[in-house]
Each structure stands twice: as C-alpha cells, then as structure tokens.
C-alpha cells in the first residue's frame, strides 16, 4: 500500500468514526425534538393552535437562515472540520435556556435555532464524507450510522415518554442533558484529518448581493444541471405531501385521539424506529443498485401509506402504529436519499452546492405548507387532509419512474 493510499485509509476511518459517534450521541437530542417537542408545546406548555402552526413553520423555514449560514461559512477559508464543530457548538447552547422557560414563544425560538444551526452544517458534513470516504462505503456508513441511532431514539423514546408522564415537566432538565450529550461529539471530530483548505480571497459584498447571491448561485445550479432541477421538483412535491400534516399531526395525537407521552413515544419513536431500522440498510443496497430517482420513487409510495392508515386511526386507534411504521419505512428511504444526493448529483464537483439547495428547498416548502395544512384542517377536516396528502405524496413517485436515472461517478 502506498503513503497516499495509507493516508486515504486513516482519513476514512477516522472520517466514519467522527460520523458514527456524533450520530449516536445525537440521537438523546434528536429524540427530543422529533418526538416529544410538539407534545410538550401542546400538553404541558398550552401552546394555541397559531403557536402550534408557528413551531411546525419555523422547522423548516429556518432552513433558510441556514442556507445563508452554510453558504458564506463555504466561502471563508475554514476547513470542513472547524465548520462542523462550530456549527454543531453553536446550535445546542440555546437548548441550555429551555429550563427557564415558562411559555411557548421562547421555547420555539430556542429549538429553531437548533435547527437552523444544526441544518447550515450538514452541507459541510456532506462534503467531508465525499471527500473522505468511497461512495458505496459512503452509502452503507450513512444508512447503519441511520439504523443504529433510530434504534437508540426507540429505546429512549419510550423510557423519556414514560418518564415525563410520571414527572413534573422533566423535559426542563432533558433538553440540557441531551445537549451536553450531543457536544461530546466534538471530541470525535475534532480527530478527522482534512487537507486544509484553499485561501481565497473574500471581501464582504453589498448588502443587497449579500442577499441575493445564494439564490442567483442556486438558479444558476438548477439551470445548469436540469436533472437535478427535475429531481427537486419531484423532491419539493411530495415533502409537501408529508409537510401539509405536520403542524396538524400533534394536535391530531393529543386533542382527537387522547394519546399520553407514552403512547406517542410507543407509536412515533418505537413504531417508526422500528421501520426506520429494519429497511435502512435496504435503501442503501436499493439505491446502489437501481439509482436515485426509482429509490425515491418507492420512498413517495412508502410515505402515502401515512395518511392513509391515519384515517383509519379516526375508527380506530390500533392503525396509528401501522402509520408510524411507514412513515419510519419511507424516512429511512428519504433520510439517505435526501443527504446523499448532493453527492450523487455532483460527480466530481463540490457537493455543498448541491445541499445547499436541498437545504433551502425545505425552507420554501415550510414557509408556505404547514399554515396551509392548518388552514386545510380547519376548513376540511383531518380525513380529507390525509387523503390530499396522500395522493401529494404519491403521484411524484410516477413521474420519477419515466426518469433515465443519472449517470454516477465510481470512486
């Protein structure tokens, strides 16, 4: 083996230990926030159905802010690496304040800011993993890193649900502890080798370039590479699908079907992780075998069983762990697909452009679809919302199937 094939190998495996242990010890965190945030603001903390609404926006809205963040942090002469540990410091000091809190307004703001941190660095986590790692040994860390962590979240899940039904307002002292969890994983990436990186020069735009440059960078992108702007399209469709119920699916678990933390942890952590975990390596072996675009096309058909067995949950509540273990199906789907397909998309260009639009396509959808599906379940009623989704959710999978998959460079 030669030095440079030696140095590779280090860089590998020092790369997939970093990703590894973050996402395990993220996993606490991560709970938290997907899981039982949107009860907490619901049950303990009286939230209204605006505020609700609010919180299910700003998720993915924030995405936006991220998109700035991680696209000046790109053009800074900072390595990979530093992006990663600042990035990651930076989104969990909020969480810290959480047990102060004694309304819902500042507890949405501190897990939006969470999010918006968390989500600028993923670009550079996508970039480093491309640089570091062979794409099918990329595929395969990604989706075990996946299922071993959903596994974890499932564990926790129940153990956290039980115990805020038995406590008084636990989460108080939850939210710090799973913050100060997730931080150990600096100590992991901060022993990632990385070339550093190339000095550029960066003088500060005008403010209306400062603007508009990310989104000129990213029409030029999509102009430039149609089968890319065909996959968002697709992409942008059916996350709209699944997006028109977020905001109501808290609500829908608490005021119509009387759920505790504990059943909502037995049916989203555990029913969904379950999902999660045991097709998470199968998406990967699909997507090396038949490509990105019949992958995502069978994750869009996967996600339409959601709604439909939430209908059924209006008869009966036992189709309610069928739902979530789809949605878990289609989320293992989705979660490769999503974060992989920058690098796929770009051969050998820098992947972060590619993110950065996945990243900032999320944000259009949140600003726009979550208060539409409030107002929808308002006006329509849950049944007929989850059959609209359903059939959003759906129908861009055919679209995809006509589509000649994209060429992918070997590694």
């Not at 989104?91 to 949405?108: D, E, G, N, Q």
Request: aromatic share 14%.
């Amino acid at each position: 083996m030669t030095e440079c094939q030696e140095i590779q190998k280090n860089r590998s495996k020092s790369t997939s230990w970093a990703f590894f242990a973050t996402s395990l010890l993220n996993e606490p965190l991560e709970v938290l926030f997907s899981t039982l945030a949107a009860a907490i603001l619901c049950r303990d903390l009286k939230a209204t159905l605006f505020q609700m609404a609010l919180f299910s926006t700003l998720k993915p809205l924030v995405s936006l802010l991220s998109y700035y963040w991680s696209f000046w942090l790109q053009r800074h002469p900072h390595s990979l690496v530093k992006n990663i540990i600042f990035t990651g410091v930076l989104a969990r000091l909020p969480l810290f304040f959480i047990p102060f809190v004694t309304s819902p307004t500042p507890m949405i703001a501190c897990l939006a800011c969470y999010m918006m941190l968390n989500r600028g660095g993923m670009p550079a986590w996508m970039e480093l993993l491309k640089q570091n790692i062979p794409s099918q040994k990329r595929n395969s860390l990604f989706s075990w890193s996946s299922t071993l962590g959903y596994l974890e979240g499932a564990i926790i899940g129940v153990a956290l649900g039980f115990a805020l039904d038995n406590g008084t307002q636990l989460w108080r002292i939850f939210f710090p502890v799973g913050a100060a969890i997730s931080m150990m994983g600096v100590f992991f990436q901060a022993k990632i080798p990385q070339k550093e990186p190339v000095k550029i020069a960066f003088t500060l735009p005008q403010p209306k370039e400062l603007i508009l440059a990310p989104w000129k960078e990213s029409l030029a992108l999509l102009k430039e590479r149609p089968d890319f702007a065909f996959f968002q399209w697709c992409f942008m469709a059916a996350g709209a699908g699944i997006m028109l119920i977020v905001p109501v699916a808290p609500i829908f678990f608490v005021k119509v079907l009387n759920l505790s933390y504990t059943d909502i942890a037995v049916a989203i952590a555990l029913a969904k992780g379950l999902g999660f975990v045991a097709t998470s390596p199968l998406w990967s072996l699909w997507l090396n075998r038949v490509g990105i675009y019949k992958t995502c096309a069978l994750v869009f058909a996967v996600f339409s069983l959601y709604p439909d067995f939430l209908i059924f949950a209006t008869i009966h509540p036992a189709p309610l762990l069928l739902a979530c273990f789809f949605y878990g199906v289609g989320q293992a789907g989705s979660h490769l697909t999503w974060h992989l397909s920058g690098a796929i998309f770009a051969h050998n260009q820098d992947s972060r452009r590619f993110s950065e639009v996945n990243v900032v396509a999320v944000g259009l959808r949140g600003a726009v679809v979550p208060s539409l599906g409030i107002v929808l379940f308002s006006l329509i009623g849950p049944v007929w919302l989850f059959a609209v989704s359903s059939l959003l959710c759906f129908v861009p999978g055919l679209f995809l199937l006509k589509k000649v998959q994209p060429a992918i460079a070997v590694e």
